[in-house]
Structures are given as structure tokens and as C-alpha cells.
């Protein structure tokens, strides 16, 4: 079939991965209100404040993440498998280095803001990728 006879769905170009970054912080709506009022409870208004951030620094990286990886898509196969093998190493520097930054220059609870940033991450992390496994996303119908 040539290529300009591809069903909607398959279209070259779609941006998947920001499609799912897209989904992945619309889930943290959910996530983050749970973990802020966990830290809340347990670490006080400075907890909440903390955790808050921290989300945010994850949603971030999420963004970072599938802008770069749809880009890095549109540039051919081979930036595709670089910022694939790559990226994941920049975004943890860059994730590391904004945590360090955040915590030197502010008066965050620290502990509340790591340990918000690293659940939140996984937790999102796997929702997203049980919903893409189980076919929830409708929009990625390509993948079956």
C-alpha cells in the first residue's frame, strides 16, 4: 500500500510520544493531589509545599521527555534511537540537577520533594504503561 493510502490512525508525523507525555500529565491530576496530602499529613504545610513542587519537576520531565522524543522522531531513525539511548541519561541529569538546584537555593523539605519526585515518577510511569499495554489509549491504536 503506498504511503499516502495509510489509515488516519498510522499517519507518520503523529507525535505518539507527545501524545503520551500528554496523557501522562493528565494523570497526575490524580497523583499529585494524593501525594501532596500524604506529605501534608505527614510533614506539615512545608510537606505539602514540597511535594507540590516535586510533582511539578516530574510533569516537567514528562514534557521534556516527549517533545524530545518526538522531535528526535521527525529527524530520522537514527537521532530517534540516539535520544532513545541518551535521553534517558539527560533526563535524569537533568532531573537530578533541577532536584539539587531546587533544594541548595530553596527551603523546601527535602525529603517530602524526593520522595514525591521518585513516586510520582514511577507511579506515572506505570499507569501510563499498563493503560498503553491493556490498549486504553485510543489515540495509539497503532500499537495493537
Known amino acids: 500500500m503506498p504511503e499516502t493510502e ?21 494523570r497526575a491530576v490524580f497523583v499529585a493531589p494524593i501525594l501532596i496530602a500524604v506529605f501534608w ?7 505539602a ?9 516530574v510533569v516537567a ?5 516527549g517533545s524530545m522524543m518526538s522531535i528526535s522522531a521527525r529527524l530520522g531513525l537514527s537521532a530517534y534511537y540516539a ?4 535521553g534517558f541519561f539527560v533526563r535524569l541529569a537533568l532531573l537530578t540537577g533541577s532536584m539539587l538546584l531546587i533544594a541548595k537555593f530553596t ?12 513516586l510520582a515518577y514511577l507511579i506515572l510511569l506505570s499507569w501510563e504503561t499498563v493503560a498503553i499495554s491493556r490498549g486504553a489509549e485510543r489515540e495509539l491504536e497503532w500499537i495493537n
Open 61 to 65: 520531565m514528562f514534557l521534556v521527555s
Open 107 to 118: 527551603d523546601l523539605d527535602r525529603m517530602a520533594f524526593g520522595i514525591t519526585a521518585v
Open 41 to 47: 499529613a505527614l510533614r506539615g504545610t512545608d510537606g
Open 6 to 26: 495509510l489509515p488516519d490512525r498510522a499517519v507518520p508525523g503523529k507525535n505518539v510520544e507527545a501524545v503520551i507525555a500528554k496523557h501522562t500529565v493528565q
Open 83 to 86: 535520544a532513545a539511548l541518551f
Open 49 to 57: 509545599i514540597a511535594s507540590a513542587v516535586g510533582c511539578l519537576v
